[in-house]
Structure formats: structure tokens, C-alpha cells
């Protein structure tokens, strides 16, 4: 069965600091990518998605991710975290057959002031 | 804004009851997902719809149905209640299945308390 995970459950940065959240997929075939965030008490929305060409992709805020096939990745990162910041952020797969919207379990970040 | 519209809000009822969950995708949206969020299961995926026909179902229990209506608009009716059915109940709704427009946008979701 397909999965993502997001081996990174809770994250504690000071401001300023550089951030790499993990995402692992596993489905053999062709994929879309995305990673969203959830403000606390806000519904889940979009950082930035890949579906095809340049593996770096840049979302809002700053954020990016890359995208390596081979490794079944597409971990987010971004340079300088901002109090802001503190959300729970979630990996999203989408097979290309269309069926399903697979989400890991979820990283939680805490910055710290 | 997302453009995904759920009502209510908030429920609050008594276990063994039903209630029904509404969600209006945004426009030109033809697929539906409904997914329940609760602090230890994460963000569980019941089930999605494509245009009026179920395209895909996840862990949604079997006291749980959901279905799409001609006019897109999407319910999810959850009967016998129970106290672990307490969650955030998010409908999430996309253009297409897959590609470029195949991002899902969250409703606010509906909190459902059952005491």
C-alpha cells in the first residue's frame, strides 16, 4: 500500500535557525508532490507543490523543497524560520491515476523566539 | 478564504445519535475528499468523489457514509456516535485528479464533540 512518512514528529528551532522536514513516499509510479501547512487552529493549506520539471520547487513564505526520485524524497527546507513559522506541516502524495490524497502523520514546529 | 465552505462549524451531540457534515467545494471543483483529523490519528482519509461517483475510500468506518450530489455539494453522515468519533472533520475539494490542478483546498472544517 502507498504511505508518506515524515520522520521528524516534533521540531524545535530558535528564529533564525534553517529547517529540513522529511517526507519518504513509497509508490512506484508517477507522483504529485505537495506539502501544506496548518496553522493552530486554521485548516490546512498549500506551502508549494511539484508535479513535473525542476525538482526545486518554491512555495510561499520562503519555504522550498526538492524533489530526488531515486530516493523517493521531497523534503522541505527553508533557511531562516520565523517565530511565524510554528504550524504543523504536513507531505501529500497524489498517485497520477488520481486516486487518493495520502498525507503523512505530520510534523509539528515550535520556534522559539 | 479557501472556497470550501463546511457547515456547522461546531456539533456538539450525544452518542448514538447521527449528524450530517456538509461541504461545498470550491467552484468548478469536481472531486471531494473528506478526511478526519484528531490529536492520535493524525489526518485520516475517509473517502473522496469525482464528479458524483466515489473515486477512492480510506479507513471510513462502516457507520459512516458520504455521497456527492449532482450540484457537486458533498455530505458525510456519520450515525451511531460514539466518543472516540469526537475529531475535526475536514472536506477538502481539487479541479482534477492529478497534474498541475490536482492540489486539494481545505475547508475550516467542522468540530464534532460527541458526549
Known amino acids: 500500500a502507498q504511505s508518506v512518512s515524515q520522520h521528524n514528529h516534533h521540531v524545535i528551532l530558535s528564529e533564525a535557525a534553517s529547517l529540513e522536514l522529511g517526507c519518504n513516499y513509497s509508490?512506484?509510479?508517477?507522483?504529485?508532490l505537495f506539502w501544506y501547512v496548518q496553522y493552530p487552529g486554521q485548516h490546512l493549506q498549500l506551502l508549494l507543490k511539484?508535479?513535473?520539471?525542476?525538482?526545486l520547487v518554491k512555495g510561499i513564505k520562503g519555504f522550498e523543497a526538492e524533489f530526488i526520485k531515486s530516493k523517493f524524497s521531497f523534503n522541505l527546507r527553508k533557511p531562516s524560520v520565523q517565530w511565524s513559522d510554528t504550524a504543523e506541516y504536513f507531505c501529500?502524495?497524489?498517485?497520477?491515476?488520481?486516486?487518493?490524497?495520502?498525507f503523512g502523520t505530520g510534523t509539528s514546529l515550535t520556534v522559539i523566539p | 478564504d479557501s472556497g470550501v465552505t463546511q457547515t456547522p462549524k461546531h456539533l456538539i451531540t450525544a452518542t448514538g445519535q447521527r449528524v450530517t457534515l456538509r461541504c461545498s467545494p470550491r467552484?468548478?471543483?469536481?472531486?471531494v475528499y473528506w478526511y478526519q483529523q484528531s490529536l492520535d490519528q493524525g489526518l485520516q482519509f475517509l473517502i473522496q468523489?469525482?464528479?458524483?461517483?466515489?473515486?477512492a475510500k480510506g479507513n471510513i468506518l462502516e457507520r459512516f457514509s458520504a455521497q456527492q450530489f449532482p450540484d457537486l455539494h458533498s455530505e458525510l453522515n456519520l450515525s451511531s456516535l460514539e466518543l472516540g468519533d469526537s475529531a475535526l472533520y475536514f472536506c477538502?475539494?481539487?479541479?482534477?485528479?492529478?497534474?498541475?490542478?490536482?492540489?486539494?483546498?481545505f475547508g475550516q472544517g467542522t468540530r464534532l464533540t460527541v458526549v
Open positions: 477538502a475539494s481539487s479541479v482534477a485528479l492529478t497534474g498541475p490542478d490536482s492540489e486539494a483546498f
Open positions: 509508490y512506484g509510479g508517477t507522483v504529485n
Open positions: 511539484y508535479f513535473s520539471g525542476d525538482p
Open positions: 501529500a502524495v497524489t498517485p497520477n491515476t488520481g486516486n487518493q490524497f495520502y
Open positions: 467552484s468548478g471543483d469536481l472531486s
Open positions: 468523489y469525482y464528479n458524483g461517483e466515489e473515486r
